[in-house]
């Protein structure tokens, strides 16, 4: 496949190769066996030199991933049974979490994405039931979930994970509210908190050499992530990179200010 990832589907190959070398570790925070077979049949790496930077965004990553992953498996076990990964990239939850039976995941991208992670998983079984959707979130997303499945009545985990950051204000604040719509009482939403924003962007220009990617974020709704979702409706968790890296064992950077996590809930 010649160039099957540009601009943000390569950020998502970069992800795809920082969990591959945690699954590497033999103290690893999750397991991913799908991971590199994303990095051998992708485009070479953009190279990027070793840093306080870019060791700081590969924790951002690592644990994100395995916040994310006790999410899930948490809603899960309340009885939400509908699930949708915004963005999904080349996300593998359908194929390595312990799903209960029931589960539907639906997964949204750009088409190239969603038809380079197909082939690159070609033979490999979910398990739960997996379907793509493919449409641009800039664009009417929303009006194609119902068609593909999606049933806006039952309560639905949403994991926006890696994105808003690369949105601009209006954007982000359209795409929430797309969810917040589609969204039955008792819904679960989790995303990056904004908290820190500036000062990651701000770094990341300061620093381009150690993580190009930062030279796409636009800062999405950054600090305000938090009070625009309660003034929209939800009830909503803040949780620091700091103390979820210190739950799994890891330690965080003691400068500076890293972004956490949000998990918001539609109350019933």
């Known amino acids: ?19 591959a070398a945690e699954h590497r570790r033999e103290d690893r925070l999750f397991a991913d066996p799908f991971a590199e077979a994303f990095a051998a049949a992708g485009p070479p790496a ?7 930077m870019r060791d700081m965004m590969v924790l951002q990553v690592i644990i994100r991933t395995r916040f994310y992953d006790d999410y899930f498996l948490d809603a899960a076990a309340s009885g ?15 194929f390595r979490l312990d799903w209960p039976d029931g589960v539907r995941l639906f997964e949204v991208d750009l088409p190239d994405v969603l038809a380079f992670k197909d082939a690159t998983l070609a ?9 793509v959707v493919a449409a641009d979130l800039r664009e009417d997303w929303a009006g194609r979930l119902p068609a593909a499945g999606f049933d806006p009545s039952r309560p639905t ?33 989790a995303t990056e908190d904004g908290t820190g924003t500036t000062w990651l962007i701000d770094l990341a220009r300061t620093h381009p050499e150690q993580f190009p990617a930062g030279a ?12 625009w979702l309660e003034e929209h409706g939800w009830r909503v968790e ?8 210190a739950s799994y064992g890891r330690s965080a950077p003691g400068s500076g200010s890293p972004r956490g996590f949000l998990i918001a809930e539609r109350p019933r």
Do not use: F, N
Not at 46 to 52: K, W
Not at 123 to 131: I, K, V
């Open 46 to 52: 953009v190279p990027g030199t070793a840093g306080a």
């Open 80 to 94: 939400i049974r509908q699930v949708v990964l915004l963005a999904a990239g080349l996300d593998t939850r359908a």
């Open 238 to 245: 803040q949780h620091s990179l700091s103390d979820a890296a």
């Open 157 to 189: 985990a949403w994991l926006v994970e890696g994105l808003l950051i690369y949105l601009s204000e209006d954007d982000a604040a359209a795409l929430l509210d797309g969810i917040g719509e589609a969204s039955a009482p008792g819904s679960r939403l």
């Open 216 to 227: 796409l974020w636009k800062g999405g709704l950054g600090e305000e992530s938090a009070s």
């Open 1 to 19: 496949m010649d160039e099957p990832l540009r601009g943000v589907g390569r950020t998502a190959l970069g992800v795809a190769r920082m969990r």
């Open 123 to 131: 033979g490999a079984e979910p398990r739960c039931g997996r379907t």
